[in-house]
């Protein structure tokens, strides 16, 4: 059967476009199969980190490290509540001075400054998020402990601060970023003062990504470790005062895990998980938190 001129272009076009879509179809396959490998490949560190970390912590836990105090060398038993309630105040004064100040620098930086003013404060925000945590504790260090005289619990708790903050402005920058503007204009069109629009409106619409930021934060202060070493050091004792030396998870964990001592490196074992379970709790409340979306 002879074909004409038509019918031979037809099938020649019918069979480039089987090639072609056989060869996008390859392709496809293979990407797909290279992005699953290096998806497995970047959770087998983490995997493996969580898994030894349970598996030596849950080995190593009891009621009385949650109430008692360090033991000394060569003692058997202790435990470390002295030093979750020292990260817990540590975390909570730095949590106290950011949040706020975080916060409303993002609202100043998002509805009331210059695009030139905003973009210097965006990059200075930027560096500080990439300075090493230590130099935070070198500058905690001398403005309030060389200050005051003493370690302190008030010191580390100004050094987390200065971690915290360029992840709370970056986060709610981003977050009123994306509230509409139709919210704006509505508030305003009703009435409402740029203040009012911006506080009764537009932050209420950023709250979810507002606490993820927040979360995250807190998250990444409770396990640091140099800052503290500079400004709040350790103590063996309960907390009996924000100006003084206080014992934190990440210090503990520091000072036990090198320590030749078996029961000290058990119960740096039993810290570490505490403080995977502590960053585990800031990422669900993250999670729970971003399930009502911003407003668009």
Do not use: H
């Not at 930027?126 to 905690?140: H, T, Y």
């Not at 993820?212 to 640091?224: D, F, M, N, P, Q």
């Not at 030396?245 to 895990?257: D, E, I, K, Q």
């Amino acid at each position: 059967m002879a074909y004409t001129p038509d019918q031979s272009q037809s099938a020649f076009l019918r069979s480039s476009l089987k090639r072609s879509s056989s060869g996008r179809s390859l392709f496809n396959t293979v990407m797909t199969v290279i992005a699953f490998i290096c998806g497995i490949l970047a959770i087998i560190p983490l995997v493996a980190v969580l898994s030894y970390v349970i598996i030596q912590g849950f080995s190593s836990l009891r009621p009385g490290l949650f109430t008692e105090l360090p033991p000394p060398p060569l003692v058997q038993g202790g435990g470390f509540g002295n030093a979750i309630i020292g990260t817990l105040v540590m975390v909570a004064i730095g949590a106290l001075i950011s949040i706020p100040i975080g916060v409303f620098a993002a609202v100043y930086l998002t509805e009331f400054s210059s695009g030139k003013i905003a973009r210097w404060v965006r990059f200075a925000t930027n560096i500080l998020n990439g300075v090493p945590s230590i130099i935070a504790g070198v500058f905690a260090y001398g403005i309030v402990v060389v200050a005051t005289g003493t370690f302190s619990a008030v010191a580390g708790g100004i050094a987390l601060s200065v971690l915290m903050l360029p992840i709370i402005v970056r986060t709610t920058d981003e977050a009123l970023q994306l509230v509409s503007n139709d919210l704006r204009q509505a508030a305003v069109g009703l009435g409402s003062t740029k203040f009012q629009s911006v506080m009764l409106v537009v932050l209420p619409a950023a709250v979810p990504a507002i606490v993820t930021g927040v979360t995250l934060s807190i998250a990444r202060a409770a396990g640091e470790t140099a800052p503290l070493l500079f400004t709040a050091l350790f103590s063996q004792f309960w907390p009996t005062g924000l100006f003084q030396p206080a014992a934190s998870l990440a210090v503990l964990v520091y000072n036990f895990a090198i320590a030749p001592y078996k029961n000290w490196q058990s119960m740096a074992w039993a810290a570490s998980l505490i403080l995977v379970l502590m960053v585990l709790l800031t990422s669900i409340i993250a999670r729970l938190a971003t399930r009502r979306k911003i407003y668009s």
